[in-house]
């Protein structure tokens, strides 16, 4: 970002430490100069920039010079999330001054400083950037990165992990939306310090790590700034073991998010059928089903073969659950197996057909409009 804007940019967290810098290029005052070398801005500083209204800011804020401190005048970017200060981005504005877009293109860089902010306040005995590269080696499975994690004391060597993870429901992956994970991570970290917790936010999904059983998945709903749903992973004896039962969260939280059924929160072990098909090709349907799959005013015969086949073949139970009158139901039957070319009399078709509306969920070929279909 400074590079595209030809001139040097400060990060600092909100009380005035310097977080990081750019490369000098352009203007520089004393100010600068002294902040990188003393890691803070001073006090007579931080007092004129403070009475400049940065602290109040919630949009860029042109501060003025003060010649006396050795000050030009900057550009602040105010760091905030909600209504919480994290930190101010510092551009000089002189030499020449910032254009309104110039201005504009810094600000946009904001959620992405935030979440750089919230990863440095981590309260830990192994500095931030280093628990997080030791993590995402973890989840890839590399063993040395648990023995990192270990010989730092973030946590101990006897104990077994479990992993969650957490998927929003619906927003589209940005800085903004992992930035609301890692606040509710952070959170619940705290609260969980007895657990040894670690956690990593992906593009579009947050992991929390803790030593022995899983944290109450309730409690990582409600730490939650946004709606989720969590997938829970069997715990391993070691750490080492942590990325198998990650996968198995991951899986867990998709299965979740794609059959409104189970919830909000399910775990692997108790997935059922949808265990199972998470590794099967979604190609390998039942033949027949794909023109119905194609055609959305085939959506009521899915739905009434489902739930036919979630019920055992019952057609009392089938209609008691889709107030159906039980004429109705065996004409839709009938209709499936002529437009699918099968036999709902043979156990194999009913099977392939069962199996493979699960897989159609799955992949999101198949979208049924109420949520009363158990796995």
Same mark, same amino acid.
């Given at each position: 970002?400074?590079?595209?804007?030809?001139?040097?940019?400060?990060?600092?967290?909100?009380?005035?430490?310097?977080?990081?810098?750019?490369?000098?290029?352009?203007?520089?005052?004393?100010?600068?100069?002294?902040?990188?070398?003393?890691?803070?801005?001073?006090?007579?500083?931080?007092?004129?920039?403070?009475?400049?209204?940065?602290?109040?800011?919630?949009?860029?804020?042109?501060?003025?010079?003060?010649?006396?401190?050795?000050?030009?005048?900057?550009?602040?970017?105010?760091?905030?999330?909600?209504?919480?200060?994290?930190?101010?981005?510092?551009?000089?504005?002189?030499?020449?001054?910032?254009?309104?877009?110039?201005?504009?293109?810094?600000?946009?860089? /904001?959620?992405? #400083? %935030? &979440?750089?902010?919230?990863?440095?306040? !981590?309260?830990?005995? +192994?500095?931030? *950037?280093?628990? $997080?590269?030791?993590?995402?080696?973890?989840?890839?499975?590399?063993?040395?990165?648990?023995?990192?994690?270990?010989?730092?004391?973030?946590?101990?060597?006897?104990?077994?992990?479990?992993?969650?993870?957490?998927?929003?429901?619906?927003?589209?992956?940005?800085? /903004?939306?992992? #930035? %609301? &994970?890692?606040?509710?991570?952070?959170? !619940?970290?705290?609260? +969980?310090?007895? *657990?040894?917790? $670690?956690?990593?936010?992906?593009?579009?999904?947050?992991?929390?790590?803790?030593?022995?059983?899983?944290?109450?998945?309730?409690?990582?709903?409600?730490?939650?700034?946004?709606?989720?749903?969590?997938?829970?992973?069997?715990?391993?004896?070691?750490?080492?073991? /942590?990325?198998?039962?990650?996968?198995?969260?991951?899986?867990?939280?998709?299965?979740?998010?794609?059959?409104?059924?189970?919830?909000?929160?399910?775990?692997?072990?108790?997935?059922?059928?949808?265990?199972?098909?998470?590794?099967?090709?979604?190609?390998?349907?039942?033949?027949?089903?794909?023109?119905?799959?194609?055609?959305?005013?085939?959506?009521?015969?899915?739905?009434?073969?489902?739930?036919?086949?979630?019920?055992?073949?019952?057609?009392?139970?089938?209609?008691?659950?889709?107030?159906?009158?039980?004429?109705?139901?065996?004409?839709?039957?009938?209709?499936?197996?002529?437009?699918?070319?099968?036999?709902?009399?043979?156990?194999?078709?009913?099977?392939?057909?069962?199996?493979?509306?699960?897989?159609?969920?799955?992949?999101?070929?198949?979208?049924?409009?109420?949520?009363?279909?158990?796995?």
């Amino acid at each position: 970002m400074a590079a595209r804007l030809g001139r040097p940019a400060l990060l600092e967290d909100r009380v005035q430490r310097v977080v990081a810098y750019s490369e000098q290029s352009g203007a520089m005052d004393d100010v600068r100069r002294d902040s990188i070398l003393r890691r803070h801005t001073v006090p007579e500083v931080r007092q004129w920039l403070r009475d400049a209204g940065i602290h109040e800011a919630t949009e860029p804020l042109r501060t003025p010079g003060a010649p006396h401190l050795g000050l030009l005048p900057r550009v602040c970017v105010p760091i905030r999330h909600a209504d919480a200060l994290l930190g101010f981005l510092w551009l000089i504005d002189a030499d020449p001054p910032m254009t309104d877009d110039g201005v504009a293109e810094a600000a946009a860089t /904001a959620p992405g #400083l %935030a &979440l750089a902010l919230f990863h440095e306040s !981590l309260a830990s005995g +192994l500095a931030s *950037h280093r628990e $997080l590269e030791a993590v995402t080696g973890l989840l890839l499975g590399e063993r040395d990165a648990a023995e990192q994690l270990i010989e730092a004391g973030a946590f101990p060597q006897a104990q077994p992990v479990s992993v969650q993870v957490a998927r929003p429901r619906t927003a589209e992956p940005d800085d /903004a939306l992992r #930035l %609301a &994970l890692e606040q509710g991570l952070l959170a !619940l970290r705290r609260r +969980l310090s007895g *657990h040894h917790p $670690l956690h990593l936010v992906r593009y579009d999904h947050a992991v929390l790590l803790t030593a022995g059983p899983p944290a109450p998945a309730d409690d990582l709903h409600a730490a939650m700034p946004v709606p989720v749903v969590v997938g829970i992973g069997r715990p391993r004896a070691a750490l080492a073991q /942590a990325a198998g039962s990650y996968q198995e969260a991951r899986h867990a939280a998709e299965v979740v998010a794609r059959v409104p059924g189970l919830g909000r929160t399910a775990e692997w072990a108790r997935l059922g059928v949808y265990r199972m098909l998470t590794r099967v090709p979604d190609q390998e349907l039942h033949p027949g089903l794909e023109g119905l799959l194609a055609d959305a005013q085939y959506l009521p015969l899915l739905e009434t073969l489902e739930t036919y086949l979630d019920l055992a073949g019952s057609a009392v139970a089938t209609s008691r659950a889709l107030r159906l009158h039980r004429t109705s139901l065996y004409y839709r039957l009938q209709r499936v197996e002529e437009l699918a070319r099968t036999d709902l009399k043979d156990g194999g078709e009913r099977l392939a057909l069962h199996l493979s509306l699960k897989l159609a969920r799955l992949s999101g070929r198949y979208l049924p409009r109420d949520s009363h279909h158990s796995p």
